[in-house]
């Protein structure tokens, strides 16, 4: 256990429906980051916040994509009118600063119908 | 060609022997990390490296900046080491965000 939780761990949804998913950072890290894991591959950057300010989004984060980190601490990442290819793993992690170690969650397994 | 390249893709080997892991990348970084990911998902850190040499217990991770390679070794290699191990670079332009490399599947055979 890193110490980042995430929920849910599994969600099997259908093509069209709204997901939400929730990202518990370890308590004092102010850098919270979102990567997406497709089979058989490398995890690949989403998006990432300092404390409450989402700093920069990748191309990967299309318009039905959405992060909130509201109060500095809990994240989470809404995805609209999923699509198939939106099946994947979704990563979380989170750092002390931008150039420390950083420690990932469990993930949290889509898969779109 | 991606950012970060890593060789080989899958490994087998038998436990007790010792295993190498490369990687390459393209881009000037500020930290390199090792990865090692078990089925199931859960990603745990092994090493961060800027410089030289890194060791812990049976693992040792080397980089070489002038290069742009890192090496992740085990020794004494045993079926619990079995699982996806991933390089991760820290670019001085990006951001501070990760970029992955592929992942190499080990597999330890008893």
């Known amino acids: 256990d890193t110490g980042v939780s995430q929920d849910p761990r599994h969600k099997i949804t259908k093509r069209g429906q709204n997901v939400t998913f929730r990202c518990d950072p370890i308590s004092e890290h102010n850098r919270l980051y979102w990567y997406r894991q497709t089979l058989g591959q490398g995890p690949e950057f989403l998006t990432y916040f300092q404390n409450e300010a989402q700093l920069e989004k990748s191309r990967l984060l299309s318009d039905r994509f959405s992060a909130e980190r509201p109060k500095g601490s809990f994240s989470t990442l809404e995805i609209q009118r999923t699509e198939q290819g939106d099946s994947a793993m979704y990563l979380c992690?989170?750092?002390?600063?931008?150039?420390?170690?950083?420690?990932f969650g469990p993930g949290t397994r889509l898969t779109v119908l | 060609k991606n950012e970060v390249e890593q060789s080989p893709q899958n490994l087998t080997a038998q436990e007790g022997e010792f295993i190498t892991i490369n990687c390459s990348y393209s881009v000037g970084i500020s930290a390199l990390h090792w990865l090692q990911q078990h089925p199931g998902g859960g990603i745990v850190s092994l090493f961060m490296l800027s410089s030289g040499k890194k060791k812990h217990g049976r693992l040792i991770a080397t980089i070489n900046i002038q290069e742009k390679h890192s090496s992740l070794h085990i020794t004494a290699s045993h079926p619990r080491d079995s699982a996806v191990y991933i390089c991760a670079v820290r670019s001085i332009q990006g951001a501070q965000k990760l970029v992955f490399g592929q992942g190499t599947r080990l597999t330890i055979n008893p």
């Open positions: 992690a989170s750092s002390l600063g931008a150039s420390t170690e950083q420690f």
